[in-house]
């Protein structure tokens, strides 16, 4: 797989799964990943959500970024501390006009 590539992604939820196609970040090149969230203050749409983790997910050192669907203000992002840092997440999600905090780690 290429980084450009598209690929289908499966979410299982206990009531239904969910497919849809976008860009993934490729993550066999990180050595271990940790979970972040994220608490965006905005009420947003969902093209610009996924605008969002579109570009959080072309970021280096990051492996995958979603809104959760039952709290779309809550985003979680899992990441390498190796490669990229909480701060950087947050910066990135800030500067598209959004006011976010980080929560913690999962």
Do not use: C, W
Not at 10 to 22: D, G, H, S, T
Not at 37 to 61: M, W
Not at 68 to 81: A, G, I, N, S
């Amino acid at each position: 797989m290429k980084p450009n590539d598209t690929a289908e992604i499966i979410y299982l939820k206990p009531e239904f799964a969910v497919k849809e196609k976008r860009r993934v970040a490729m993550t066999t090149e990180y050595s271990h990943r940790i979970g972040l969230v994220l608490h965006v203050d905005d009420s947003l749409p969902e093209p610009r959500r996924t605008h969002i983790e579109v570009a959080l997910e072309s970021e280096q050192g990051v492996a995958s970024a979603r809104f959760t669907e039952r709290r779309p203000h809550l985003m979680v992002v899992e990441y390498d501390p190796d490669v990229t840092s909480s701060v950087h997440i947050l910066n990135k999600v800030t500067s598209h006009s959004v006011r976010a905090e980080l929560i913690g780690p999962i």
